[in-house]
């Protein structure tokens, strides 16, 4: 049952991480081809987005390593 916890929690975490960054970059490009003259800081906006939801599947690996090994 550990393992499925564990694999659960990566996983999901990994498809949420996923689908966040597909939809912030499809809207940073919409958002550029609208007012190229915002590129730059649409940009470093993208960044700091994606840089933030990747924190998501980071914490779903520790809580994985939490549940396996905390259940042993």
């Given amino acids: 049952m550990e393992f499925l916890a564990a694999a659960l929690a990566i996983g999901l975490g990994a498809l949420g991480a996923g689908i966040g960054n ?15 003259e915002l590129r730059g800081t649409l940009s470093t906006t993208m960044f700091i987005g994606v ?22």
């Fill in 22 to 36: 597909g939809m912030i970059v499809s809207k940073t490009i919409e958002g550029i081809s609208r007012q190229p």
């Fill in 51 to 72: 840089g933030i939801v990747e924190v998501v599947p980071i914490i779903g690996v520790v809580i994985g390593f939490l549940l396996y090994f905390g259940a042993a």
